[in-house]
């Protein structure tokens, strides 16, 4: 069974640029949510999508959005990129559904690390 | 609101000795916890959860953990640490929304010496 895909594996692009990442999540998998990672602020929420539909949010601005297609694959987009949004982003996917048991565990991919120059 | 403290930010230990890597939870409610691992260049993997079905609970590649709700406290283990075991560990309490969102410690690095 393929885990979950994300791409680009590696980005750089510069101030005021806007980027989007891509995840493929495990099939059958309908929940996506989406993670960034920094040394300083550590790992941190920041969307969750199922079935098309935003569930959660964490906090961040509004520069950061995401939508989820028909298929479960996901993108998220941060415009005007900032030097402080230099991070992994991570994807993870689960079913969606009921409580935390094994087929709602969250699976991550091996993440996009973006720099901004 | 649910958090998660993770005490010490690197532990250092020769091959084959015990492997202790501390964690605190705050949570209003009974908890789902979790360890994951994460490897260079990598994303991070599921050792272990915890769904209050038992409150020891058994992970892959020799980890444990055991939850005690008096102590607050799910700290990972393992008899015996591997070179492959070095690698940052982060533990993580699920959000009372029961969506995708686990609040993560700020993760230990673990360094495994010959």
């Known amino acids: 069974k393929a885990g979950v895909t994300q791409t680009p594996r590696y980005l750089i692009k510069t101030r005021g640029q806007q980027v989007t990442l891509s995840c493929s999540p495990i099939?059958?998998?309908?929940?996506v949510s989406w993670y960034q990672q920094t040394p300083g602020q550590g790992l941190q929420f920041l969307f969750e999508y199922f079935s098309e539909t935003q569930r959660n949010k964490g906090n961040f601005p509004g520069r950061f959005s995401g939508r989820q297609f028909s298929n479960s694959r996901s993108e998220m987009n941060v415009s005007t990129l900032e030097l402080g949004d230099s991070a992994l982003y991570l994807c993870?996917?689960?079913?969606?559904?009921?409580?935390?048991?094994?087929?709602?565990?969250?699976?991550f991919g091996a993440g996009s690390r973006l720099t901004v120059l | 609101a649910q958090s998660v403290t993770q005490l010490g930010s690197h532990v250092s230990v020769s091959e084959g000795a015990l492997v202790l890597l501390r964690c605190n939870y705050s949570?209003?409610?009974?908890?789902?916890l979790f360890w994951y691992v994460q490897y260079p260049n990598q994303g991070l993997q599921l050792l272990l959860k915890y769904t209050s079905a038992a409150t020891l609970v058994k992970g892959i590649n020799g980890f444990e953990a055991e939850f005690k709700k008096s102590e607050t406290s799910f700290h990972l283990t393992k008899p015996s640490a591997h070179m492959s075991d070095a690698a940052e560990y982060f533990c993580?309490?699920?959000?009372?929304?029961?969506?995708?969102?686990?609040?993560f410690g700020q993760g230990t690095t673990l360094q495994v010496k010959p």
């Open positions: 099939s059958g998998h309908r929940s």
């Open positions: 993580a309490v699920s959000d009372l929304s029961n969506t995708g969102k686990l609040i």
């Open positions: 993870a996917s689960r079913s969606g559904t009921g409580g935390f048991s094994g087929a709602n565990v969250l699976t």
């Open positions: 949570s209003s409610v009974p908890p789902y």
